[in-house]
T-cell receptor, first 114, second 112 residues
Framework: DGGITQSPKYLFRKEGQNVTLSCEQN?????MYWYRQDPGQGLRLIYY???????QKGDIAEGYSVSREKKESFPLTVTSAQKNPTAFYLC?????????????FGEGSRLTVL | GDSVTQMEGPVTLSEEAFLTINCTYT??????LFWYVQYPGEGLQLLLK?????DKGSNKGFEATYRKETTSFHLEKGSVQVSDSAVYFC???????????FGKGTMLLVSP
């Protein structure tokens, strides 16, 4: 089945550690996105990529980094510079940026900083 | 900038009740409008969309009409089920932009 796979589903991190969240899609979509979800805050865009080897900052990119070396993969690194990293992280894709309203989401990764 | 405002939840209903979740937006130009649904512990799924004024999006018994005069896109369902319990997000995409702007979400709880 086509879809988006995020891993791990749950992740615990000590303060000061970097952590990388995986996102893989087999939908052959050009565009991929990372969102952060906090209770009562809705979804906020961290980074997005319209095509391989290209990505743009979203509204809350500070303390995060991404790469897009392959069409299928868009990993997110939460660095120690992110002041409040505990959150639910959602990866999404769309066929291309013209279809940016029709997103396909993974099941999310919940990061907890101890 | 663009923004989406949804009614605060939770919305608590009994099975077979009528549902309305209000959504209003602020945007320049002519945005497309969307409703997404998030079931517990899962990612979001596109529920319905409308791309121009007076369009009605519908899916799974839910519907919403794009009202440009009131800048609204309210979600309705005539008879809710327990399985409709979820968080519902209204979102917009302005023409020429590559990303969505989401509202904060409205939780719906349906009891038997």
């Amino acid at each position: 089945d086509g879809g988006i796979t995020q891993s791990p589903k749950y992740l615990f991190r000590k303060e000061g550690q970097n952590v990388t969240l995986s996102c893989e899609q087999n939908l052959n979509h050009d565009a991929m996105y990372w969102y952060r979800q906090d209770p009562g805050q809705g979804l906020r865009l961290i980074y997005y990529s319209q095509i391989v080897n290209d990505f743009q900052k979203g509204d809350i990119a500070e303390g995060y980094s991404v790469s897009r070396e392959k069409k299928e993969s868009f990993p997110l690194t939460v660095t120690s510079a992110q002041k409040n990293p505990t959150a639910f992280y959602l990866c999404a894709s769309s066929r291309d940026v013209l279809q940016a309203g029709e997103l396909f989401f993974g099941e999310g990764s919940r990061l907890t900083v101890l | 900038g663009d923004s989406v405002t949804q009614m605060e939840g939770p919305v608590t209903l009994s099975e077979e009740a009528f549902l309305t979740i209000n959504c209003t937006y602020t945007a320049t130009g002519y945005p497309s409008l969307f409703w997404y649904v998030q079931y517990p512990g899962e990612g979001l799924q596109l529920l319905l969309k409308a791309t121009k004024a007076d369009d009605k999006g519908s899916n799974k018994g839910f519907e919403a009409t794009y009202r440009k005069e009131t800048t609204s896109f309210h979600l309705e369902k005539g008879s809710v089920q327990v399985s409709d319990s979820a968080v519902y997000f209204c979102a917009l995409r302005n023409s020429g932009y590559s990303t969505l702007t989401f509202g904060k979400g409205t939780m719906l709880l349906v009891s038997p």
